[in-house]
């Protein structure tokens, strides 16, 4: 007994044996379809499907199926759905009078083949031949590839032999053709696994290889513009914010680049370092005269990938130095802005200084207009009572007043600022 499982342990655990090589006794003939395929097709795919298992009393797969194999009248049909494509493979025992003359695709209804939804992005005949024990010669090999030049090797230890010429041939399809010494069936449907997912793995990597042929002109015009502006920050002799609004302006179009390219970038690199595996496991040895499958790649895949990667890591690193320079420019524009500042607050200290000393006297003119009032306020009310009869002296009591008047008059003055400024005080 144990505790109970985690929610995706059975489906995790089932996962590394999901898709296992379909087993083949030889000879054999073998066609393979990677289509890609969007989200949205997802259910006419299915429906595709259903419509040729229906046609010979087959059940179709479940709607939430990734792989599927049935036998369709004398073909063995398997189906996997990956990521971004699908795979089907046809299986047909026997072999025909000539290799290649009659594919296992043949023996499918031509109108359901065509209607796969989906572009075709990899297709390639498979044809096993039991019973070899040599190598066949240069003009045999020739006559089965057109008269191409021919890549192979020893596989499985000794077990079988491969040719193919990696090339499309009149009808769409590539070729592959194995020549059987002691394969056992596992051997043989992993051989075919194999020779199948180098074929739609290099393509799907390869679908890369035009948008880096696309991008790499424009690449070195960005490359030209950024040096340009580099050399406009370093001499400071600039529109700093022109020179800010043009590297802006190419930060935007080279993430535009990145954004429309990383994913494929990306699978270009995953889907490369599975045709290296797969060629790996095929245990290669070399025969007279032939350019192992291996060394093909090596001269003609992997530039292509190369080509891909130095795209994307040009794209990655022009996003890196533009960034820098973007950061370096706007340093120097804020620190410019700072100093326009601090000038600015200077010059409002100078003019608050001078408002004041205005203020003060304004202030000071005030309390002389003030006095000069209240004092002849004094007068009058004085000269008004010795009228009366009083015995009193005006002008002398306009004198004492004077002064006392001033005194409130500043109280009064300096109160008013006091209470104003506790009033502006946050």
């Known amino acids: 007994?144990?505790?109970?499982?985690?929610?995706?342990?059975?489906?995790?655990?089932?996962?590394?044996?999901?898709?296992?090589?379909?087993?083949?006794?030889?000879?054999?003939?073998?066609?393979?379809?990677?289509?890609?395929?969007?989200?949205d097709d997802r259910a006419r795919e299915q429906a595709h499907l259903a419509w040729l298992c229906h046609r010979h009393g087959v059940m179709p797969p479940a709607a939430e199926a990734t792989h599927f194999r049935a036998d369709i009248g004398a073909v063995r049909l398997k189906w996997e759905r990956h990521g971004e494509f699908s795979g089907y493979l046809f299986i047909v025992a026997g072999?025909?009078?000539?290799?290649?003359?009659?594919?296992?695709?043949?023996?499918?209804?031509?109108?359901?083949?065509?209607?796969?939804?989906?572009?075709?992005?990899a297709a390639v005949h498979v044809e096993f031949l039991a019973g070899a024990t040599e190598p066949p010669d240069t003009a045999a090999l020739a006559e089965h590839f057109g008269g191409h030049a021919v890549a192979g090797s020893c596989i499985a230890d000794g077990a079988a032999s491969v040719y193919t010429d990696f090339r499309i041939h009149?009808?769409?399809?590539?070729?592959h053709l194995v020549f059987?010494?002691?394969?056992t069936q596992g051997q043989a449907g992993r051989t075919l696994q194999r020779l199948t997912e180098i074929e739609a793995y290099r393509m799907l990597a390869l679908l890369a290889l035009p948008i880096a042929r696309r991008q790499t002109p424009r690449l070195l015009q960005i490359e030209r513009e950024l040096a340009t502006?580099?050399?406009?920050?370093?001499?400071?002799?600039?529109?700093?914010?022109?020179?800010?609004?043009?590297?802006?302006?190419l930060a935007a179009e080279i993430e535009s680049g990145v954004a429309a390219s990383q994913f494929r970038f990306g699978a270009c690199k995953a889907y490369n370092e599975l045709v290296m595996r797969r060629i790996a496991e095929l245990r290669e040895s070399r025969l007279p005269g032939v350019q192992t499958i291996e060394e093909f790649m090596a001269r003609r895949f992997t530039p292509a990938v190369a080509t891909c990667n130095t795209a994307s890591q040009r794209l990655v690193g022009l996003s890196e130095?533009?960034?820098?320079?973007?950061?370096?420019?706007?340093?120097?524009?804020?620190?410019a802005r700072e100093r326009q500042n601090q000038a600015l607050l200077s010059s409002m200290n100078r003019r608050?200084?001078?408002?004041?000393?205005?203020?003060?006297?304004?202030?000071?003119?005030s309390v002389a207009?003030?006095?000069?009032?209240?004092?002849?306020?004094?007068?009058?009310?004085?000269?008004?009572?010795?009228?009366?009869?009083?015995?009193?002296?005006?002008d002398l009591l306009v004198g004492i007043a004077v002064p006392a008047l001033a005194a409130l008059a500043i109280l009064a003055v300096r109160r008013a600022r006091r209470h104003a400024a506790e009033e502006t005080t946050p």
């Open 369 to 394: 207009a003030i006095v000069y009032y209240l004092a002849g306020l004094v007068g009058y009310v004085t000269k008004g009572l010795k009228a009366g009869g009083l015995k009193l002296e005006p």
């Open 1 to 39: 007994m144990f505790p109970p499982n985690h929610p995706e342990r059975l489906a995790l655990a089932d996962e590394v044996h999901a898709r296992p090589p379909e087993p083949v006794s030889t000879p054999a003939r073998a066609s393979y379809i990677a289509v890609l395929i969007d989200a």
């Open 229 to 249: 502006l580099t050399d406009g920050i370093a001499l400071g002799g600039g529109d700093d914010e022109h020179l800010l609004q043009e590297l802006t302006r």
């Open 180 to 183: 059987d010494r002691q394969l």
């Open 352 to 365: 608050a200084k001078l408002q004041l000393r205005l203020q003060q006297t304004v202030e000071g003119l």
């Open 95 to 121: 072999a025909a009078e000539q290799p290649f003359a009659a594919p296992a695709a043949a023996s499918l209804p031509a109108a359901w083949l065509t209607d796969i939804p989906g572009p075709t992005v």
């Open 321 to 335: 130095r533009v960034a820098r320079a973007s950061n370096l420019l706007s340093t120097r524009v804020d620190i």
């Open 170 to 175: 009149d009808d769409g399809y590539s070729r």
